[in-house]
């Protein structure tokens, strides 16, 4: 996700904050290297992995804050949603458990492949 311009700028535009790319984007692989140089002396301490960052691209928030709470909004509204149909499916007896999907009050039988309500 990194390497997607819009999707850093996005990420500074919701979090009102700077976004920095680094020049590396495999940082993960980058993590494990510097653990090995760090346990094997070839760096001395933390501040010298630290000096090695690198800065490929600054993202600083441009969204306006009506913008920015709208879209915030948005975004619980359809978790809200999501969450509440989750509670509502219609695949496990009235009374029973989904292990999948937790306490049901429809009618009919749980569908899920490992048949949760058997």
Do not use: Y
């Amino acid at each position: 996700m990194a390497a997607n311009g819009w999707f850093c700028q996005f990420l500074a535009d919701v979090l009102e904050a700077r976004v920095e790319r680094p020049v590396e984007l495999e940082t993960t692989a980058l993590g494990a290297a510097f653990l090995a140089g760090l346990a094997t002396g070839v760096w001395k301490d933390l501040a010298a992995v630290a000096a090695t960052w690198e800065t490929a691209a600054v993202f600083t928030p441009k969204m306006t804050a009506t913008r920015r709470a709208a879209l915030i909004a948005g975004w619980r509204l359809a978790v809200s949603r999501t969450l509440q149909a989750r509670r509502r499916r219609p695949d496990t007896p009235r009374g029973q458990s989904c292990r999948l999907t937790g306490p049901q009050v429809q009618q009919r039988p749980c569908t899920h492949p490992m048949r949760c309500s058997a």
